[in-house]
């Protein structure tokens, strides 16, 4: 072997493993983004737990906690498919700095209305709603905009699970600092370290280098550019499928989270470290599946994990309604929260490797109606079932429609990976002919 040969095996080798798992983050754009959002993401967490905590201590009613969660996700629901359309029109960097500006703004004033004790249930009801109105806007211009962050396109599902791994080192840290924050200092303190945080992402934003291409001078109505993005999520089955099933997974195991205060207290008979112990469990868990999808080299795969995701996730849950014990509550939250996000992250994937650019604003939309939209009916269900047959059995009904939505899934993915060859084969993914056996193997690994 020579000299130069030796050189290049070992770069490769080099490129594998842990370094490769990192790969996007050599873009100066991606890196900067990862920064801001790590430390905005900590914030944001804290400020989740602590709002579900302030909550259930003013109130001590499941059926209210099921309330503000429904208030501050229905905005979502409501306006992110015309948010979309918003998103494919405007500079989508200048869209998130307002959102994390307004946001910030909102964080601010819950902890102002917290820390002078004039906080009720009503404000934060109204606060959180703002926040879901925010959001409407922020999360599919985030989804959006991952692909400018990016330097080269192979990388956007390492990108992905990247942002996943951030928002898991993030669930895993800040519901366990909320904890320390609300039992020492109270709950406004963390509204007050979240409403700081935005600044960072605000930073990180304005220090992009981003060219983005010019695009033409949209023409088209509002409403028929919401047709033609509806039209083309409803026609295209692999995508239409994994939004249905993510509907059904959101509206029966996301709002989990709302129910947390309920188990910590009166289930586990702790406090707030219980809470924090629970939630860090779940991004444990979270983290772990964002990692295995970081070391990933190709989205060919990723259909498959996500009824094997699900079936995980419901599993989970059902298991930790029937624990009373806090270290079998926790090993039953590591499996939940890597169901959760390996479905999220591969389905993620797969949806923006497939859309077309001038449509991702208003598939991102979607994706963001079906992932978070949804959690406000969820929430509000979750609220009154806890209300009416105890949080344990609540959470044993949401894990088993979550493992019967993964089954369904699993009976549809044949279809998925027929009609989704074609767009993997026109993106340079697959070969565009191949011979019979190698057509079958791709058939069987591509999703």
């Given amino acids: 072997m020579t000299e130069n040969t030796r050189a290049k095996s070992s770069a490769r080798a080099r490129s594998t493993g842990i370094s490769h798992a990192w790969r996007a983050l050599r873009g100066r754009n991606f890196r900067l983004f990862f920064i801001g959002q790590s430390i905005s993401l900590v ?15 003013l109130t001590g009613s499941a059926l209210l906690l099921g309330i503000v969660g429904f208030a501050g996700q229905i905005p979502t629901f409501l306006l992110a498919s015309f948010a ?39 404000e934060i ?4 709603a703002l926040q879901g109105l925010i959001n409407a806007f922020d999360m599919p211009a985030r989804q959006a905009f991952l692909v400018q962050m990016v330097d080269d396109r192979k990388d956007l599902g390492n990108a992905i699970a990247i942002n996943s791994s951030m928002v898991n080192v993030a669930r895993l840290v800040g519901p366990s600092l909320a904890g320390l924050v609300i039992a020492g200092f109270g709950e406004g303190y963390c509204f007050l370290a979240d409403g700081l945080s935005y600044f960072a992402v605000i930073a990180s934003l304005l220090m992009m280098r981003i060219h983005a291409p010019a695009g033409e001078r949209v023409r088209a109505s509002v409403a028929k550019q919401l047709r033609e993005g509806w039209t083309y999520v409803a026609g295209f089955a692999p995508v239409r499928t994994i939004l249905l099933y993510f509907a059904l997974t959101s509206l029966m ?78 090993a039953m939250m590591l499996l939940v929260g890597f169901g959760m996000m390996q479905g999220m992250a ?69 279809m998925i990976r027929a009609q989704i060859r074609p767009r993997y084969q026109e993106l340079g993914i697959l070969p565009a002919t191949l011979g019979p056996t190698l057509n079958r193997m791709a058939a069987e690994s591509e999703s």
Wanted: charged share 10%; net charge positive; aromatic share 10%.
């Fill in 43 to 57: 914030g944001t967490w804290m400020t989740r737990v602590a709002t579900s905590w302030l909550v259930y201590r």
């Fill in 84 to 122: 979309g359309v918003w998103i494919d029109r405007l500079e989508r960097r200048r869209v998130l700095v307002w959102t994390q500006a307004l946001a910030a703004g909102q964080s601010l004033a819950l902890a102002a209305l917290t820390l002078s004790r004039r906080i009720t249930v009503w």
């Fill in 125 to 128: 009801f109204v606060l959180s």
């Fill in 253 to 330: 195991g996301m709002p989990y989270v709302v129910l947390m205060p309920i188990f910590a207290v009166d289930v586990l008979h702790g406090g707030p470290h219980t809470l924090g112990f629970l939630m860090g469990a779940s991004g444990v868990g979270a983290l772990i599946s964002a990692f295995s999808l970081a070391v990933r080299k190709t989205v060919l795969g990723l259909g498959k994990m996500i009824p094997i995701a699900g079936l995980s996730f419901g599993l989970g849950l059902i298991l930790f309604g029937l624990s009373r014990t806090l270290w079998i509550s926790m």
């Fill in 346 to 414: 591969a389905s993620n994937t797969i949806i923006q490797t497939v859309a077309p650019e001038d449509r991702r604003g208003r598939v991102m939309s979607f994706y963001t109606m079906a992932f978070v939209g949804m959690a406000p009916f969820g929430s509000l269900l979750a609220g009154s079932l806890a209300h009416w047959v105890g949080a344990p059995h609540t959470m044993m009904i949401t894990g088993g429609a979550v493992a019967l939505g993964a089954l369904w899934f699993l009976s549809r993915l044949k």
